[in-house]
């Protein structure tokens, strides 16, 4: 049984930084694709960014880069998001997900082609 599970949501005031953690179990994810999707309230929900479990290769949207860096720890079976110089558009829900058969050399950007998803961390950036 796949398990996702994000921490390190909370409030931030505008400028600021927070490091959103996914914790993963109950598969071997190496093969997997890892993604970071958000939903604000009345939008639909979106990329941030995606990493490839065994190459590092990673895929940012255009809305978070230079700002948000996705990474993973092999070790920990975890998955993180660095966000700095938040805005106040950046506040949602936020998701870890996982995409247990990604296409090679590309990264799904849709949330329809992720398999698992974690239930979600709040991140709310006051102006």
């Known amino acids: 049984q796949v398990q996702l599970v994000e921490s390190g949501g909370g409030l931030v005031q505008a400028g600021g930084s927070l490091r959103l953690s996914c914790a993963a179990s109950?598969?071997?994810?190496?093969?997997?694709?890892m993604g970071w999707f958000r939903q604000a309230p009345g939008k639909e929900r979106e990329f941030v960014a995606a990493?490839?479990?065994?190459?590092?290769?990673?895929k940012t949207a255009d809305s978070v880069k230079g700002r948000f860096t996705i990474s993973r720890d092999n070790a920990k079976n975890t998955v993180y998001l660095q966000m700095n110089s938040l805005k106040p558009e950046d506040t949602a829900v936020y998701y870890c997900?996982?995409?247990?058969?990604?296409?090679?050399?590309?990264?799904?950007?849709?949330?329809?082609?992720?398999?698992?998803w974690g239930p979600g961390t709040q991140v709310t950036v006051s102006s």
């Open positions: 990493i490839k479990w065994s190459t590092g290769y990673t």
């Open positions: 997900a996982a995409d247990s058969s990604p296409l090679m050399g590309l990264i799904r950007v849709s949330p329809n082609e992720y398999d698992y």
């Open positions: 109950g598969r071997t994810f190496s093969s997997y694709c």
